[in-house]
């Protein structure tokens, strides 16, 4: 659904202990995850294109993994295979 990646964006966010005062700009880091059918995260994330700040694709990584679980869309499936994600520390 139209709303599915902002839902997952948040549960991400919610999981990233980084300073992003920490960092000139608001750099971008695409991270792809591989997910078993019920939304369980597979696996180690695995970084696509850095975002040139290694303490923020860390960060990155460790959010999407303390998530553990990706949610299901409203038809109450998880997507297979799961997109790409990126993520910005200001945003």
Do not use: C, H
Not at 37 to 54: A, E, H, L, M, W
Request: charged share 25%; hydrophobic share 35%; no cysteine.
């Amino acid at each position: 659904s139209a709303g599915y990646f902002g839902r997952v964006a948040a549960l991400i966010k919610r999981n990233v202990v980084f300073d992003p005062t920490s960092v000139p700009g608001n750099p971008e880091v695409i991270v792809k995850i591989e997910t078993s059918p019920d939304g369980t995260i597979v696996g180690t994330p695995r970084i696509v294109k850095s975002s040139g700040n290694p303490a923020w694709d860390d960060a990155a990584i460790r959010a999407i993994q303390r998530t553990e679980i990706m949610p299901r869309d409203t038809d109450g499936r998880v997507p297979s295979p799961f997109p790409e994600i990126s993520l910005r520390p200001k945003s």
